[in-house]
């Protein structure tokens, strides 16, 4: 069974995170076929926005699959490196993306929907970043992301606390464009690809271009803060709190932070 499903409808490519059992976590093979994804509809011509999905109704996305990690295993396969986490979240692409968030989208979940340009939730769905609670630090784009796409104040809470809200907070804070019943999500994400499918392409992809300062497959005011994000990741997981972190949580303990 493939870890990432592809789907198109008219001029709309449907990617679908395909683990639900693992409530649809990255491993190396989710990363290579959403990152394969993305390729595939920035080449082809006839793709002219995209949505992300996840499998099941209870997550769209858990983040990185931990067991696979305590395997051993990469998340990133070799030569998808640059793509970063997911094979996504440095891996902008000129065509629209839009998450349709079916579930929880918590840690790397929520880090693909910062990556996205638009988003429509289920009512269900939550969103957070709680790697501080875990001794670790959001360094797949959201340190970076959060504070610039909702209020300062608020980022800052979700980023310091690890606190998760739900679907109507993340609307009313601008994280997600739409908030719907649980089971409209995919069908209510596809209809605003649609919409925009249905505008002139290369308009629709020069706006998003400049609006976001791609150029050369990636942002370039992201540039310097993605190099202090990647400084403070190694910081921060080389720590004996980053090792702490998920001990205590798989001993269902309160963990026992010494600061170094």
């Known amino acids: 069974m493939s870890a990432v499903l592809t789907e ?3 001029h709309v490519l449907v990617i679908t995170l395909n683990r639900p059992e ?7 093979e989710l990363t290579q076929g959403l990152g394969d994804a ?4 920035h080449t082809d011509i006839e793709i002219r926005a995209v949505v992300l999905t996840g499998a099941g109704d209870q997550s769209f996305c858990a983040g990185a699959d931990l067991k696979a990690i305590s395997r051993g295993e990469s998340l990133n396969p070799v030569g998808t490196e640059a793509w970063g986490f997911a094979g996504m979240v440095q891996h902008p692409i000129a065509k629209p993306v839009i998450a349709a968030v079916n579930g929880t989208a918590l840690g790397g979940g929520t880090e693909l929907v910062l990556a996205s340009d638009l988003a429509v939730a289920a009512d269900t769905a939550r969103f ?3 790697e501080v609670k875990r001794g670790l630090i959001a360094a797949a784009g959201g340190v970076i992301r959060l504070p610039a796409q909702i209020p300062q104040k608020v980022a800052m809470h979700l980023l310091l606390t690890g606190d998760p809200i739900d679907a109507a907070t993340a609307l009313r804070w601008g994280l997600v464009n739409e908030v719907v019943p649980a089971g409209q999500v995919l069908s209510a994400a596809v209809a605003l690809a649609q919409k925009i499918a249905a505008n002139a392409p290369l308009s629709v992809q020069g706006s998003k271009q400049v609006a976001l300062g791609l150029r050369d497959g990636a942002i370039a005011s992201e540039k310097d803060a993605w190099a202090d994000s990647d400084a403070a990741m190694m910081r921060v997981f080389s720590s004996e709190d980053a090792m702490e972190g998920p001990i205590a949580f798989a001993e269902k303990r309160e963990p026992q932070w010494k600061g170094r």
């Open 38 to 41: 993305l390729e595939l509809a």
């Open 128 to 130: 957070g970043l709680p």
């Open 8 to 10: 198109r409808d008219g």
């Open 22 to 28: 693992a409530r649809n976590a990255v491993n190396g």
